[in-house]
């Protein structure tokens, strides 16, 4: 739960430093080298140099840059130890406690003199308390210092109260008392205390689930690597492999780093990147990614990116942040939780002051009773955990998916988006355009169109620009210089000191009607018309044709059926944007329209009151990427696109698209069914435990009761997130 407390540990803590990255990181090129190693799961504010307990909540910190090691569950392995012995210790103190009432023992708890069975369960109930419930006592001490109350506060209040209450019995009650057993509470510290270590040990148990994604994912990077140096091969680690390095990769291996293929063929399985289990051939001159696993082939490669600059790195640095951002969801939880425990104290306290003068005989252990149930029932680690756990998991199953969220915020942005609004190039298309045909008006011929095209485009990074290149062939090309080019129209350049243009064909500016009719045929087959000038006069048309992705028309019907509108926003002409958008399904069409108009349609989709989400993939669709109330970038376009984005599709699929929708829409529903329980279980255990059904129905809630209670609330909302596992691609859709 929030403090002012909060504000002032942050600052503390200091602005971390940042250095930069490259690769393929959405909304961000900077990732955080904190000084700080360890921050807590809800609270990520609280930073420490080393492993603890968050001031706050009181949960154990974790580290801020996850490794394979970073699972060490030690943590884990203290409590079951501290459970066990503590079971083991309480179990004696519960039968001489409760025995009368156990058929079988009366006898037995009834031939042991009162006063020797409070002693008894003293010397049991001890180490209990302050050996098996040490970690409690340390945070709700911690809890105090910094003004946090948070559950450890309440565990302790009410295993205190238990404790030194029967203590104090002991002590002042006479040599020849009857024990005073009725005022007697060590089994309820001692079982309480146990049964709180169980809930800890099946929340760390279920908590650890949560980031099986990214333990997943840095399973994925293999240790050594083999480094060729003069004619020799040496096993090295990873982490001694600098850029510019030639490594071997033997059949069956994974890919130590991202790298250029220099020498060989193989089938890479990169299904960890793209999702698909089908290889894909690779060979000299082929991008290589870190982590994905090597076919039959052997192959040479060179290193280009290493350590925190690889994909798989920066992946796992992403995902890791965002698992620990907040939704803005989380602000009703905060709110309340700030003023939970104080009022819970209250309700304690007026509890036994009311049972105390207005109760039955004998009036002191009902009081009491009532008001240590409240303290333990009154658990608000339920509503911490409600949204952190879920956002955990669903950031983490995006990661297996192959989407991956700037922030938690775009979770919930996500579910509430009525727009879809498409890129064309590279987006519902492969954006790896190829010329389907050429057409030369005279005096030119199509191979000196295409040698002059080429030599313009060789300077330009547009897909349509590789495209004419390749056309090229491998036929030498001219010198271009002077190369200019304007986002939107074309590019030019002055080649052989004639002043080439190739851009788009306006018909206003050229009506010739042949030029005109074999461009709008083009353009009705969903081909994009490229016109080449020759000193500002036309000497001939490319027929550019990239075909659409074998999954647009499925994704987009999988939009209509999440009852989502659909529009496609191009550069395009109308009658080459028409054509594709009747294709997939898509009916409403903006075309040719530049940079700043996209963002100006953007604006007025989201003025006319639509929540809209933006897929784009270039440099073009930057502005309205970032504009939009969700950007959506491929992860085949450009570093710009990515970075003006809240959501990266990795391979670019937009089958995952719809995987990215109904992932948002699962996990806030996931956290409002959490936030309901934690809220409906507060609401309903709080009076119960004060006693309200008592005048009714006679009924009490025991205070071993209730901390089973309290801990398994804990447990069932992790359980109830870890649900989010368990969502797969569109084919396995969940209900809208």
Known sequence: ?????????????????????????????????????????????????????????????????????????????????????????????????????IPGLKQVVAAIEPRTSLWIQFALSTPVFFWAGRPFLERAWSSVVHRSPNMFTLIS?????????????????????????????????AVITVLALLGQVLELRARAKTSSAIQGLLALAPKTAHRVKEDREEEVPVAAIQVGDILRVRPGERVPVDGILLEGRSELNESMVTGEPMPITKKPGDPLTGGTVNGSGSFLLRAERVGTQTLLAQIVSLVAKAQRSQAPVQRIADQVAAWFVP??????????????????????????????????????????????MAVMVGVGRGAQLGILFRDAAVLEKLEKIDTVVFDKTGTLTEGKPAVAETVAFNPFQRSELLRLGAAVESQSEHPIGRAIVQAAG?????????????????????????????????????????????????????????????DKQLAGLIAIADPLKSNSATAVKELH?????????????????????EEV????????????????????????????????????????????????????????????????????????????????????????????????????????????????????????LASLAMSLSSVSVIANALRLRAIHSISRRLPA
């Open 1 to 101: 739960m929030h403090t002012e407390h909060q504000s002032t540990n942050a600052a503390e803590s200091g602005e971390p430093a940042t250095v930069p990255l490259a690769g393929v990181v959405p909304g961000q090129n900077r990732t955080p080298e904190l000084s700080a190693n360890y921050t807590c799961p809800m609270h990520p504010q609280i930073l420490s140099e080393k492993p603890g307990a968050c001031p706050i909540c009181g949960m154990a910190l974790e580290p801020v840059a996850p490794t394979v090691a970073t699972d060490d569950q030690s943590e884990l392995k203290d409590f079951t130890r501290r459970f066990w012995i503590g079971a083991l210790l309480t179990l004696p103190v519960l039968l001489l406690a409760m025995g009368d009432s």
């Open 157 to 189: 209040l009410g295993t205190g109260a238990a404790y030194f209450f029967s203590v104090l019995q002991l002590l002042v009650s006479g040599a020849h008392s009857e024990g005073h057993s009725m005022n007697a509470y060590f089994e309820a510290a």
């Open 343 to 388: 009022i819970v104290l209250l309700i304690s306290l007026v509890t036994f002051v009311t049972w105390l003068i207005f109760g039955p005989d004998p009036r002191l252990p009902f009081a009491f009773n009532s008001a240590v149930a409240v303290l333990i029932i009154a658990c608000p680690c339920a509503l911490g955990l409600a949204t952190p």
């Open 474 to 534: 491998n036929q030498p090309l001219p010198k271009a210089t002077g190369f200019q080019a304007t986002i939107g129209s074309g590019v030019e350049a002055e080649v052989e000191n004639h002043l080439i243009f190739v851009g788009k064909l306006s018909q206003e500016e050229h009506p010739r009607t042949v030029a005109r009719q074999i461009a709008d045929r083009w353009r009705k087959e969903g081909k994009t018309a490229v016109m080449l000038q020759v």
């Open 561 to 581: 059926a999440l009852n989502l509108k659909t529009v496609m926003l191009t550069g395009d002409n109308h009658l080459t944007a028409r054509h594709l958008a």
């Open 585 to 704: 399904g898509i009916g409403e069409v903006i075309a040719e329209v530049s940079p700043e108009q996209k963002q100006a349609e953007i604006v007025k989709l989201q003025g006319a009151g639509g929540k809209v989400a933006m897929a784009g993939d270039g440099i073009n669709d930057a502005p309205a990427l970032a504009t939009a109330y969700v950007g959506i970038a491929m992860g085949t376009g450009t570093e710009v696109a990515m970075e003006s984005a809240g959501v990266t599709l990795v391979k670019g699929d937009l089958g995952v698209l719809v995987s990215a929708i109904l992932l948002g829409r699962a996990t806030m529903r996931n956290i409002r069914q959490n936030l309901l329980f934690a809220f409906v279980y507060n609401i309903l255990g709080v009076p119960i435990a004060a006693g309200v059904l008592y005048p009714v129905f006679g009924l009490l809630l025991n205070p071993m």
